[in-house]
């Protein structure tokens, strides 16, 4: 009996960016943008929670999207992708929050972030 391994290599590639001064705004601002769904999935998370003993996932929050950039006008220039990503980056930082409690690790709660903690797209 032969046992056939496959291996999965994931990449990973960084770019230098050498934006202009308008990119560079614009990227901030995106950057910006961003952060502030960040936060308030995290509080829209921790309000239902406590208020209300229900749990919202991270594919709860992507189906409101269209309505927030329908809203909010000033999201309408980020594209889908990168606002989903943002609500997978919470998903991923509450999951590794219940593994450690499971595991009875020393938890973290997932935290808000501020402007210099919340720096990559």
Same mark, same amino acid.
């Given at each position: ?5 496959? %291996?999965?290599? =994931? ?8 934006? %202009?001064?308008? !990119?560079? &705004?614009?990227?901030?601002? !995106?950057?910006? *943008?961003? @952060? ?8 829209? @998370? ?6 209300? $003993?229900? %749990?919202?996932?991270? /594919?709860? !929050?992507?189906?409101? *999207? ?8 000033? /999201? ?5 992708? &990168? =606002?989903?990503? &943002?609500?997978?980056? *919470? ?7 219940? @593994? ?5 690790? %020393?938890? $973290? /709660?997932? @935290?808000?972030?501020?402007? $210099?903690? /919340?720096?990559?797209?």
């Amino acid at each position: 009996m032969t046992q056939i391994q496959t %291996t999965t290599h =994931l990449k990973t590639f960084r770019y230098r960016l050498r934006p %202009t001064k308008a !990119q560079e &705004v614009a990227l901030l601002e !995106q950057l910006r *943008l961003c @952060r502030g769904l960040y936060n308030a999935a995290l509080q829209e @998370r921790r309000d239902a929670y406590r208020k209300a $003993g229900k %749990t919202v996932t991270g /594919y709860d !929050q992507m189906k409101y *999207l269209t309505e927030i950039k329908a809203a909010l006008p000033e /999201y309408a220039g980020i594209y889908s992708q &990168v =606002l989903q990503d &943002v609500l997978k980056r *919470l998903e991923k930082a509450f999951k590794a929050f219940f @593994r450690r409690v499971k595991a009875g690790q %020393t938890p $973290g /709660y997932p @935290r808000f972030k501020g402007a $210099g903690w /919340y720096d990559s797209i």
